[in-house]
């Protein structure tokens, strides 16, 4: 352990904490910047220095003009290299450090997302760094603002290290938006010796026509009151067809069978935002909540009156749910 330490503090690196530079490290698929890179610009702009975006994998180049036009970019680096993509930790994160070091940046930003969680804890490590998670506010350069013990205290910590490496829970920032200026376009310079130690074989994905649960301004989540999954399908998909809304659940729901493992929101699963949010079958376990408790409007369907959901509920029907689930997704219907 000594050793691999003092090898890493023997490089040289010494930023100039003074002039802020911030990098935001941006995710991409089907030639688009993925939306949850959008709010990741929003906060590296909070810090107030010049915005760098990095991009790295196949069609990086492509995307760069994407991300040109992002409102605060001053300029975006691109590795366009097969090695770096689906994000491989193993193959990206020293790629980003060499960047890291090369522009002298201060500030390294990624969405907490399982892209970010792979990259920039090992990128951290690599420059001997605590990293600081899941931000839902930058109060200055040095201090942010972070939930702890599942959402249920709110943390304010100051980081002393020479760059900040964060991670943003990209619900708490608003995505940056494109205008029709452009920032300048330069290709990062790859390591012709770097070795690639991990290679993607395949992915099996879930694919479905509805709605992202991560991003989705709607989302309507069964929990365990649906009793089975024939229960989950009739009742859960044509409400959330009626209402154009993504399909979420609780992990007892999950645990049992009902819904797919992707599916589930809270504290080990998916955390939410959307502008409603309709839990039906679902108690309001403090896991839970962690991942849905900031959405805008939260609506709940419960039988029991004391159910914990309904102390963070805007509207709650205390009914049995086989009965008012198909009600209301009649009348959505019918409208
Ligand atoms: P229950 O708590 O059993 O609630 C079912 C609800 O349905 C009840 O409130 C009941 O009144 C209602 N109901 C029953 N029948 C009807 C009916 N006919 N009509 C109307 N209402 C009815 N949970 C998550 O959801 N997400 C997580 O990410 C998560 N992470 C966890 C991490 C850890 C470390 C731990 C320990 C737990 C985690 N949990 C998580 C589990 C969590 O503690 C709860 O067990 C789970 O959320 C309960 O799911 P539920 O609300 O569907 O089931």
Not at 274 to 294: E, F, V
Request: include cysteine.
């Amino acid at each position: 352990h000594q050793s691999a330490r003092s090898t890493v503090r023997s490089r040289p690196f010494t930023p100039s904490p003074r002039l802020l530079n911030t990098l935001a490290v941006l995710e991409h698929k089907d030639g688009k910047v993925s939306s949850q890179s959008f709010p990741v610009v929003t906060a590296a702009s909070r810090f107030g220095g010049p915005v760098t975006v990095f991009l790295a994998g196949s069609g990086s180049k492509e995307v760069s003009e994407q991300a040109a036009k992002l409102n605060g970019v001053e300029k975006v680096i691109y590795a366009s290299n097969s090695a770096y993509d689906k994000g491989l930790p193993e193959n990206f994160a020293p790629l980003l450090v060499e960047n890291i070091k090369r522009g002298h940046f201060t500030h390294v930003v990624g969405s907490h997302s399982a892209f970010g969680k792979n990259i920039l804890p090992r990128a951290s490590a690599l420059l001997d760094i605590q990293q600081i998670s899941d931000c839902i506010e930058i109060k200055d350069e040095n201090t942010f603002v972070r939930p702890i013990y599942a959402g249920n205290a709110i943390a304010t910590v100051r980081s002393t290290d020479t760059i900040k490496i964060v991670t943003i829970r990209g619900t708490a920032f608003p995505p940056a938006e494109e205008t029709s200026d452009t920032a300048t376009i330069e290709e990062a310079p790859i390591d012709p010796n770097a070795e690639c130690t991990t290679v993607w074989v395949s992915e099996n994905l879930t694919r479905s026509e509805r709605p992202d649960l991560g991003t989705a301004p709607k989302v309507v989540s069964g929990g365990r009151g649906l009793k089975d999954k024939k229960n989950f399908d009739r009742l859960m998909l044509p409400l959330a067809d009626a209402l154009g809304a993504a399909i979420g659940a609780s992990r007892a729901a999950v645990d049992s069978g009902f819904a797919d493992n992707s599916l589930q929101v809270g504290q080990t699963g998916k955390v939410v935002a959307p502008q409603l949010y309709l839990a039906a079958g679902i108690s309001g376990a403090i896991q839970h909540l962690a991942g849905m408790k900031d959405s805008k409007v939260i609506a709940a369907i419960n039988k029991d009156p004391d159910a914990p959901i309904f102390q963070v509920a805007d509207v709650g029907l205390v009914a049995d749910l086989f009965q008012a689930v198909p009600e209301l997704t009649e009348k959505l219907n019918a409208e």
